[in-house]
Each structure stands twice: as structure tokens, then as C-alpha cells.
DNA sequence: TGCCTGCATGGCAGAGACTGCCAAACCTCC
DNA sequence: GGAGGTTTGGCAGTCTCTGCCATGCAGGCA
């Protein structure tokens, strides 16, 4: 914001970018808030134009689709969980990778609070819940040829690699499904921990 | 049709039920021709009504939704899982309960060649599959509580049935993409036991 | 036989998400 | 200040899905 408008090579029309963010986060802003005010069905695309002072056309290029209004950190949420694996030592075992990419994952939400609210709102709406776990799967799929190298030396092929990676997924929505019903009580990942002990007994 | 309108009494207006169910049947052939012919998202609600000789508004009547024409069958899926489930004997554990389910709910596919069709349609449509992994969820839950009590005795309380109910379809799951990745090679139920073999190893 | 009730269907209008097209406004660079 | 590219808004249109009302068809009753 302060930069830019001066020393005009640094990373090319900054002034114009920041604009483009600030009307896509105001965006977001009326749009979450007014899923969690009247509920996702209940909102119309018009409505959270027309709050936001921009119209649907607009609204349409910067989110493509109703369920990016909420998908938009599901999106940050798919990246870090890759780029996590990614990071990880080369000596570090798929089951322990997947435990760290959740962790991190879970790092982005800015409270717990804020954390259950935004579950509550996927989990009790099923077009948005639809939406999150294709979403889910598309993610598993990009994780897999990354869990597949880590593993090749003990002998697992991918076919394997594919169960382990949608196991831990599963454990963790039964973990978040878990803690949702508790109202947010406990750790979630100590709830995945648990589960995923039940499972590998 | 040639029969019922004798007997009045058999089981009360047979006539009416046979030509609805009839109706629905040829809707649900003509839809899934057009999918497979040309693809989910190319079919309009339109065309399938047109084709199959009735108006939208009738078509919606017996299908509230698009993705319903082809959880027609998803539907019986779900019941067949539930009903096998619970028909296990107590003394059989929650993983025996749950492969007899999924083995059963194989059974149901008429050959595997229209199940390969079908899952290859479902897999490679986005809004088809966020629509089956949200009838899958729902299913999911509908599992818990039966299995819940058949885990009891052993001091497994219900957030660990979650987890490892999620884990069999999401081994389930990882099967299915694995015997879709190979054309239909093998036999789905073995792909699932060798992912869960590696998963709890 | 004529009327009346119950149900299934069809057609119509409309909401809501989403897209393509065109013109106006805007910023940036010269 | 003007040229050129980008962003925006408005409009019309598609497609799914819903509510409403009229029509048609079967059976029951006088």
C-alpha cells in the first residue's frame, strides 16, 4: 500500500492488485457474513452484491462459483497441505506426513471459534458439504504421487498409498465431525490421533 | 398391466403403481442413455423429458433432482448397505459387518461392465461425485449407530466407530479409483482388503 | 347416465446460479 | 493529454428447480 506508487518497477501495478484484493476480500467478508447470518441457502448471489457494492458480473469474476465465497481459503487449505508434504524430510513417513500437513492446516484458522463456525456452516449445509469433499478428493489425488515416492523403498505401491492417504482424510473428518458435536471441545488433531489408533489397533 | 384389473383386492390400486413405476423406469433408461452417450453436464432436463415422452414438471415429480437420475440406484445402494449391516450376527465385528455390506452392495451392479460405465460416469462428472460423497456421508452416519453397539463390549466408544467407519469407505473408496484406474481389472473387493491391509499393517 | 371426488399430468411463470457479449470507465505508459 | 489495455456494469440468455392452476382420467354415488 505504501510502496509502489514510487519505485515503479518493484513488482509491476501493485496499486491496482491491492485494489483487485481489498474488493475480493470485502467480498468474502459480506458473503460469510451473511451465510452465517440467514444461512448459505437463504443468500442469494444478488444480495451479497448488492451489500458489497459491486454487481454480480463482478462478483462472478472474482468468485466463479456460490461456494467459492467459501471455498476461497479451501483453496489456501488444499495448498499448504501440499506444500507441507513437500517440506517434509525425505526420511519422514507418509502417516507422519499426513499428520503435519494437518496440523499446518489447521494453523490457518484465526480462532477456534472462528474454526467452528466456519465447520458448522459446511457441515450443516449439503451443497457446501458436496462441494468441500470434492474438493477433498481432487486434494488427495494431487498428494498422492508425493506420499507414493516416500513410501516406494519399503514396497508399497500406489495402490496402497491411495488407502493410507484416504484413511487419513477419513479419520480426519471424523475427527472434525467428532469435535463439531462436542462444540469444539478437546484437540482436534488429538481426536484424529485417537481415531486413527482405533483403526491401525 | 394384464393383470390387476381382476382380483380388485391384491394389494390395493396395483394398476396406477405398475404404470408410474413403469414411467419412472423408462426416464431413468432414457436419462442414463443420454449420460453415457453424451455426457452428464451436455444432457438438459429438457432432452431426457422430450426423449422419454413426458414434461419436465412430470420428470421432476419423480426425480427432485438430476443427480437423482442416477441415484436412483444410489439410493437402493444405501438401503442395502444398512439392511446387511444390521442383518449381521452380533457376534460378527465391525469390520466383518461392514466388508459383507460393501460386498453385498456389489452385488447389486448387473454386470461389470455397467458398473464400471456407471462409476466412470459418477468419477469423471465434478458435480456428480460431489453428490455421491455426500449421499456417501450420510450413509456413513446412518452406520454409526449400528455399529456402535457392536463395538461396545469392547470399550470402543462412538468417536473411534467413526473413524473406522470412515475408513472403510474411504478404503472402499480408494478400491473403486484403483479398479477404475485399471479398466476393471480385478476384483474390487480384493483391491479394498489389500488397502486395508496396508492401512492397519 | 350424469355428477363429483381424487390423483396424475402439463403448461406457465418465476427464482436463482451462471455465462457471453458489448459498451463505458478506469489506470498506465508514452 | 492521448493511446492502449484492463476492469467493470448491464443485458440477455441458459439451465435447474419450484409453485400455481387448469386439464384429463379413473372410480364412487345417486
Redo the contacts with the bound molecule.
Keep these: 500500500m505504501t510502496q509502489?506508487?514510487q519505485g515503479?518497477?518493484a513488482t509491476?501495478?501493485?496499486?491496482?492488485?491491492r485494489?483487485?484484493q481489498l474488493?475480493a476480500q470485502e467480498i468474502l467478508q459480506t458473503a460469510l457474513r451473511l451465510f452465517t447470518q440467514q444461512g448459505y441457502?437463504e443468500?442469494?448471489?444478488?444480495?451479497?452484491?448488492r451489500e458489497a457494492?459491486?454487481?454480480?458480473?463482478?462478483?462472478?469474476?472474482?468468485?466463479?462459483?456460490?461456494?467459492?465465497?467459501i471455498g476461497g481459503s479451501q483453496e489456501r487449505f488444499v495448498t499448504l497441505l501440499t506444500d507441507t508434504v513437500r517440506k517434509q524430510p525425505v526420511d519422514v513417513g507418509a502417516w507422519e506426513a499426513l499428520r503435519a500437513a494437518f496440523k499446518a492446516a489447521l494453523s490457518l484458522h484465526a480462532s477456534p471459534e472462528q474454526a467452528l463456525e466456519r465447520f458448522r456452516l459446511v457441515h450443516h449445509t449439503d451443497s457446501l458439504r458436496a462441494a468441500y469433499l470434492g474438493k477433498r478428493v481432487r486434494c488427495q489425488e494431487e498428494l498422492l504421487p508425493l506420499l507414493e515416492a516416500r513410501l516406494a523403498p519399503s514396497g508399497t505401491d500406489r495402490r496402497q498409498v491411495r488407502a493410507i492417504v484416504a484413511t487419513a482424510f477419513a479419520c480426519f473428518d471424523a475427527a472434525t465431525a467428532t469435535w463439531l458435536e462436542g462444540n469444539g471441545q478437546g484437540d482436534i488433531l488429538d481426536l484424529y490421533d485417537q481415531g486413527l489408533a482405533a483403526v491401525r489397533s
Design positions: 509502489g506508487t515503479k518497477g509491476t501495478s501493485t496499486l491496482w492488485d485494489t483487485r474488493a441457502d443468500t442469494t448471489i444478488a444480495q451479497i452484491a457494492g459491486v454487481s454480480q458480473r463482478t462478483l462472478f469474476r472474482y468468485f466463479g462459483t456460490k461456494e467459492d465465497l
